[in-house]
């Protein structure tokens, strides 16, 4: 289905009914959460420049979340929502700004910050850089190999332009003073992260449990993409938080 925010579409993937808002990761789309959409049902958002959404000028993560917080109200239903990566970073900024029913933050971190040669390579050699990219956001464990060919089709799929835009966005999110200066949301809180995660590690979403008095899932043999490599485990874990709201 297609969401009008100013004027321009968004485009929201949708299989059954659900309680669960999914925000995707940078150079993703909402396709990312099929096996989630399939089983716990719910709403996932093409970010703005993404897949079938047009394009918007981002140039922050609380640009990204002015837009989610638009879509959310028009849905006019009180979400829980799960921010992967990326998305996690623009699901702290809509908790911090409008409050949710629920906040999942998955393979995250209170900052983001990027390796500059990951930067530079996306920038000079960016098809060559993607191929390495995908092989770090996955367990070394994982032998997903169709797996790993969908997420390098849909972060080509989107382009240099915004995925280089993205992982800039990404550079310069830090919440950490918030954190340090008492920051809460309003809502309960989960994390979960998988064990072999190189892009955004264990100790990011320990650090977030800590500051948030949050629960914690850590999901053994998966790397970044829990979503496609623990999709079962996860599931589960997403099903059990949404029940604790009943």
């Known amino acids: 289905m297609?969401?009008?925010?100013?004027?321009?579409?968004?485009?929201?993937?949708?299989?059954?009914?659900?309680?669960?808002?999914?925000?995707?990761?940078?150079?993703?789309?909402?396709?990312?959460?099929?096996?989630?959409?399939?089983?716990?049902?719910?709403?996932?958002?093409?970010?703005?420049?993404?897949?079938?959404?047009?394009?918007?000028?981002?140039?922050?993560?609380?640009?990204?979340?002015?837009?989610?917080?638009?879509?959310?109200?028009?849905?006019?239903?009180?979400?829980?929502?799960?921010?992967?990566?990326?998305?996690?970073?623009?699901?702290?900024?809509?908790?911090?700004?409008?409050?949710?029913?629920?906040?999942?933050?998955?393979?995250?971190?209170?900052?983001?910050?990027?390796?500059?040669k990951l930067l530079e390579g996306l920038r000079n050699n960016f098809e060559g850089m993607v191929e390495k990219l995908v092989g770090w956001m996955f367990s070394k464990s994982y032998e997903g190999k169709r797996d790993r060919e969908f997420v390098k089709n849909m972060i080509l799929g989107c382009g240099k332009d915004v995925v280089v835009k993205d992982f800039e966005i990404c550079d310069k999110f830090d919440y950490t003073q918030d954190y340090e200066a008492g920051l809460k949301f309003n809502c309960e809180v989960l994390i979960a992260v998988g064990s072999d995660d190189v892009m955004t590690p264990v100790e990011n979403s320990e650090y977030l449990r800590d500051k948030l008095n949050a629960k914690i899932a850590v999901i053994n043999n998966s790397g970044h993409m829990v979503m496609l490599e623990k999709w079962k485990e996860l599931n589960k874990i997403l099903k059990e938080f949404s029940e604790s709201f009943s």
């Open 2 to 116: 297609e969401i009008e925010v100013n004027g321009k579409k968004i485009f929201l993937r949708s299989e059954k009914d659900g309680d669960f808002f999914f925000i995707h990761g940078a150079g993703c789309t909402s396709e990312i959460w099929k096996k989630q959409l399939r089983e716990v049902g719910g709403f996932a958002i093409d970010l703005p420049n993404h897949g079938q959404s047009e394009d918007f000028e981002i140039n922050s993560v609380e640009d990204y979340a002015k837009v989610v917080k638009d879509v959310i109200e028009k849905l006019n239903k009180e979400f829980i929502v799960v921010g992967h990566s990326m998305g996690g970073a623009i699901a702290q900024a809509l908790a911090k700004s409008n409050g949710v029913k629920g906040l999942v933050l998955l393979s995250t971190g209170a900052k983001l910050k990027v390796n500059p």
